[in-house]
């Protein structure tokens, strides 16, 4: 059995679970658990705990965590991301790097944050994208994150490029609807970019494609 926490570059569409099945193929018998979902879109770190350090996971959920967000403002998704059908249209008003970096000001700090219905957090035991599948709606609470920095990367009239830095349980789908209201207008996702969590980068990280070269140093 592997004890190991391995920092692991989530490629796009792949689910965190398909990588953490993946990894579990290679180091049977072990336990292998992730610390913060990655959706199938996105791409990134993720970090894996295997065997004694599956006890350890909420550590890596605590951590600080860092983005790289486009987002494309005048359409709306049910989703909020490049995955779902197109709920709403909207015009885009002239944005400047001032009116932009004004609203982004706005989301510093402790914010208060609705959950997408498209996630996997559970309302009475069942996980709120399995009601959206369905059609159905359910009231979400906002819930308190806190947003450490968010840089503007680079703009056009209808893409926005964002660093984001913030805590646990941040959607970052979420924000990049909110902003998108703030400038009077609709937007989603449509590409997100972990890359960092901690002290763990790009830099630490193990590609899939790797992984046996790297088990087989520890073996």
Avoid at 16 to 42: E, M, N, W, Y
Avoid at 116 to 143: C, E, H, T, W
Wanted: hydrophobic share 40%; aromatic share 8%; net charge positive.
């Amino acid at each position: 059995m592997i004890d190991a926490i391995i920092p692991v570059w989530k490629p796009v569409d792949w689910t965190s679970f398909d990588v953490v099945k993946k990894i579990r193929g290679q180091i049977k018998p072990a336990k292998v658990g992730h610390a913060g979902t990655l959706d199938p879109f996105a791409e990134g770190v993720l970090m894996l705990c295997t065997g004694k350090y599956t006890k350890i996971v909420e550590t890596f959920m605590d951590k600080e965590k860092e983005y790289l967000a486009e987002i494309k403002l005048g359409v709306e998704t049910e989703t909020l991301d490049p995955t779902g059908k197109i709920v709403k249209k909207a015009d885009v008003p002239l944005l400047t790097e001032k009116v932009i970096n004004d609203v982004l000001n706005k989301f510093i700090g402790e914010i208060r944050q609705e959950p997408p219905m498209f996630s996997a957090l559970k309302v009475n035991g069942q996980a709120l994208y399995k009601y959206a599948r369905k059609g159905i709606d359910i009231p979400r609470k906002k819930r308190t994150v806190n947003i450490y920095d968010i840089t503007l990367i680079q703009f056009s009239q209808d893409t926005i490029t964002l660093k984001v830095t913030c805590g646990r349980g941040t959607y970052i789908r979420s924000l990049a609807k909110d902003i998108a209201d703030e400038l009077n207008t609709v937007g989603h996702l449509v590409k997100l970019v972990r890359t960092r969590i901690g002290e763990f980068d790009e830099n630490n990280c193990i590609e899939l494609k790797d992984f046996p070269e790297w088990l087989s140093a520890r073996t």
